[in-house]
C-alpha cells in the first residue's frame, strides 16, 4: 500500500507534469540536483505567486496588471482590485534603480536593482497584511503574484541565471527576458535594437528556468522578441535567422536583417518550447497584428499562452476608436492573451498626478490641496484608505506591537490622540 507520503509526492509530481507540459529542459535532474547544494531554503513569496499566477492565467479570462513603481502604488492596486502587480524595468531605470540615477531604459542601472524593487513591493503588501489582520480585517490578499522585467539579462547566461535566483529570491512570481544584446538593449519603442541569434535566446530562457529549478520553484518564465522593430543582428551564427539577413553590414559590425512580424513570429516559434508565455513588442495597437501572431505560435503550440504590452508609447486615441479600445483586452483574450500589463502606469500617473496638484497648488495654494484631500474622502466609498496615511503605513500596527511588548498599557501609542484620529474619523463616516 501506498504510504500518505508517497501518494502526495505522486499527486505533486502529476501536478508538476501539467504545470510543464511541452517544456523542454536541456539539462538533467542530477544537473539540478548538484547544483542546489545541501542547505534547502524555502521561497515562501515567489512560490506562492507562482503557483497563483498560474492558476489565475488558467482560470480568469485573462490577468491585467499596471506597472508600480513604488510598493505604495502596489499597496493601492491590489486594494483597487487588480490580482497582480507588474514591474518595469523602464520604470526602474527612469526612477527606482540603486545607482539613484534618471536613466533610459537602456539597462544602464544596477543588475540587482529590479531585485530590490520586487522585495521593496512585497514588503509593501507584507505590510498592508499585517495592518489589515491586526485590525481584524482579512478580506484582501495583499501578496498578489509580481512579474518582474529582466531585461536583456545584463549578460549572457550566467548573468541571466543569477538575475532570476536574485528576483526569485525577492519573491518573483514571473520574469519576462528580451532577445536583445544586453549591451546594446534599447526600450522596446526605441530605435537601434541588436538581437541576439535565435539559439542564445533559447539559451538565455534555459538559463532562466535552471534558475528557477534550481531553487525549486515554478516561476512562469515569459519570452519576449522584439524582432518585429528590431533591424540589427550580433551574429548570423544561427540558420534560423538566415531568411532574415540583407546582406549588409553595420560599422560596429553588426548584420542587418529584415524587421517585422515574419521575423517575430520565427523567433516566437523558436522560444515557445522553453517559455510559459510569449511576448511580441509591438509599435502600435493593432488587433490584425496580434490575431496574425497569435494564430502562428499556436498553430505550432495550441496551449501555448502569450502576453501583450498595452504600451503608454502608444497613442490610443490617435490609433483607435472609444469602442475598439474598450473592448481592445476582451478580443487580445479571445486570442490567447491571457497576461496584459501597462508598463508604465506608475510612471505616468505619479507624474500626471502631481504635476496637477503643483499647478493648482502654485496657482491657488491651500485650496488645490484641499481639493485632492476631498477628493481622497470621496474615493473612501470605493475602498481608498490612504488619506489615514499614518494607519497606512502602520502607525496603528507598531502600536499594537508596543502594547504587546509592554503586556498591554503603553503610554507611548502613537494613532492614540493623533491629528489624524481626531480629525479623519468624520471624514470617512
Same mark, same amino acid.
Not at 145 to 155: L, N, R, S
Not at 185 to 205: A, D, F, Q, W
Not at 318 to 346: C, H, N, P, W
Given at each position: 500500500m ?15 507534469? %501539467? ?8 539539462? &538533467?535532474?542530477?544537473d ?18 507562482? +503557483?497563483? !499566477? ?33 514591474? &518595469? ?9 540603486l #545607482?539613484?540615477q534618471m ?9 540587482n536593482?529590479v ?43 550566467? %548573468? ?22 544586453? &549591451? ?8 537601434g ?10 539559451? %538565455? !530562457?534555459?538559463?532562466?528556468?535552471l ?15 522584439d ?5 540589427l ?10 531568411? =532574415?539577413?540583407?546582406?549588409?553590414? /553595420? ?10 512580424l515574419?521575423?517575430a ?8 518550447p522553453?517559455?510559459? $508565455?510569449?511576448?511580441? +513588442?509591438?509599435?502600435?495597437?493593432? $488587433? ?8 502562428a505560435?499556436?498553430?505550432q &503550440? ?9 504600451s ?10 472609444? /469602442?475598439?479600445?474598450?473592448k481592445?483586452?476582451?478580443? $487580445?483574450? #479571445? ?5 496584459? =500589463? ?12 502631481? =504635476?496637477n !496638484?503643483?499647478?493648482?497648488?502654485a496657482?491657488?495654494?491651500?485650496? #488645490? ?61
Amino acid at each position: 500500500m501506498r504510504t500518505q507520503k508517497n501518494r502526495s509526492k505522486a499527486a505533486k509530481n502529476k501536478r508538476s507534469d %501539467n504545470r510543464f507540459a511541452g517544456i523542454r529542459r536541456p539539462y &538533467s535532474q542530477e544537473d539540478v540536483d548538484r547544483l542546489r547544494g545541501t542547505v534547502k531554503i524555502e521561497h515562501t513569496l515567489a512560490r506562492r505567486g507562482a +503557483e497563483k !499566477l498560474w492558476e489565475l492565467l488558467h482560470t480568469e479570462d485573462f490577468v491585467a496588471t499596471l506597472g508600480a513603481l513604488t510598493g505604495n502604488q502596489a499597496v493601492q492596486q491590489v486594494r483597487a482590485g487588480l490580482k497582480a502587480i507588474y514591474l &518595469s524595468g523602464w520604470q526602474v531605470a527612469a526612477d527606482a534603480n540603486l #545607482a539613484c540615477q534618471m536613466y533610459p531604459d537602456q539597462s544602464l542601472y544596477p543588475a540587482n536593482s529590479v531585485p530590490a524593487v520586487i522585495r521593496r513591493i512585497n514588503n509593501a503588501l507584507l505590510r498592508a497584511d499585517q495592518i489589515d489582520h491586526a485590525d481584524g480585517e482579512d478580506r484582501i490578499v495583499w501578496l498578489v503574484p509580481i512579474v518582474a522585467d529582466a531585461e536583456a539579462g545584463f549578460g549572457g547566461p550566467l %548573468n541571466v541565471f543569477e538575475l532570476i535566483k536574485a528576483m526569485i529570491e525577492a519573491g518573483a512570481a514571473g520574469v519576462h527576458l528580451e532577445d536583445q544584446l544586453a &549591451s546594446e538593449k534599447k526600450c522596446g519603442h526605441m530605435g537601434g535594437k541588436v538581437l541576439v541569434p535565435t539559439r542564445h535566446g533559447i539559451r %538565455n !530562457l534555459v538559463a532562466a528556468r535552471l534558475a528557477a529549478d534550481v531553487l525549486d520553484v515554478s516561476t512562469i518564465i515569459i519570452a519576449r522578441t522584439d524582432a518585429n522593430g528590431a533591424k540589427l543582428l550580433t551574429s548570423d551564427v544561427d540558420e534560423r535567422d538566415h531568411e =532574415f539577413l540583407t546582406g549588409e553590414r /553595420t560599422p560596429e559590425g553588426f548584420f542587418c536583417v529584415r524587421h517585422g512580424l515574419d521575423q517575430a513570429i520565427s523567433r516566437a516559434k523558436s522560444y515557445a518550447p522553453y517559455a510559459d $508565455l510569449i511576448w511580441c +513588442e509591438t509599435s502600435t495597437p493593432d $488587433l490584425k497584428e496580434a490575431k496574425r501572431f497569435a494564430e502562428a505560435v499556436r498553430e505550432q &503550440s495550441p496551449n501555448k499562452l502569450l502576453a501583450y504590452n498595452c504600451s503608454p508609447s502608444f497613442n490610443w486615441k490617435q490609433k483607435l476608436d472609444s /469602442t475598439t479600445i474598450a473592448k481592445f483586452q476582451r478580443e $487580445l483574450a #479571445a486570442m490567447g492573451y491571457k497576461f496584459q =500589463f501597462v508598463t508604465l502606469a506608475g510612471f505616468h500617473t505619479l507624474n500626471y498626478s502631481m =504635476f496637477n !496638484l503643483a499647478r493648482g497648488y502654485a496657482e491657488r495654494g491651500m485650496a #488645490a490641496y484641499s481639493e485632492l484631500q476631498e477628493a481622497e474622502f470621496a474615493a473612501a466609498a470605493d475602498g481608498y484608505t490612504a488619506t489615514k496615511h499614518q494607519h497606512e503605513v502602520g502607525t496603528g500596527y507598531f502600536d499594537a506591537v508596543a502594547r504587546a511588548i509592554s503586556g498591554g498599557e503603553c503610554s507611548t501609542v502613537a494613532l492614540c490622540g493623533s491629528t489624524e484620529e481626531a480629525q479623519f474619523a468624520q471624514a470617512h463616516t
